[in-house]
């Protein structure tokens, strides 16, 4: 079993930046899939990044891409996403998710572990 735990939204002006953190307790993150996504209020949730553990590739949802950079840290077997230049459209809560599966990366149904979320809203 892996618990997930977000941490690092908050309320930024357009043009800011914020880090998000997923930690991982129970099991290790290695060989795993690590997904970020998001859901805004009144829309479904939707594919920002992941990362590979095993193989360190990422993908990026192309609304993303430029701006959000996700990355691992094997000591702290943790899963950041560094947001920058961030845009009001970008305001929704954050989930991270974890399989040990390969899967495609981009689909949510196919996660086998989540987080609470954490709430990141961008004001213009």
């Known amino acids: 079993q892996v618990q997930l735990v977000e941490s690092g939204g908050g309320l930024v002006q357009a043009g800011d930046s914020l880090r998000l953190s997923c930690a991982a307790s129970?099991?290790?993150?290695?060989?795993?899939?690590v997904g970020w996504f998001r859901q805004a209020s009144g829309k479904e949730r939707e594919f920002v990044a992941a990362i590979r553990w095993s193989y360190d590739t990422t993908n990026y949802a192309s609304s993303v891409k430029g701006r959000f950079t996700i990355s691992r840290d094997n000591a702290k077997n943790t899963v950041y996403l560094q947001m920058n230049s961030l845009k009001p459209e970008d305001t929704a809560v954050y989930y991270c998710?974890?399989?040990?599966?390969?899967?495609?990366?981009?689909?949510?149904?196919?996660?086998?572990?989540w987080g609470q979320g954490t709430q990141v809203a961008v004001s213009s």
């Open positions: 998710a974890a399989s040990r599966r390969t899967i495609p990366a981009g689909n949510p149904s196919l996660y086998d572990y």
């Open positions: 129970g099991r290790t993150f290695s060989s795993y899939v």
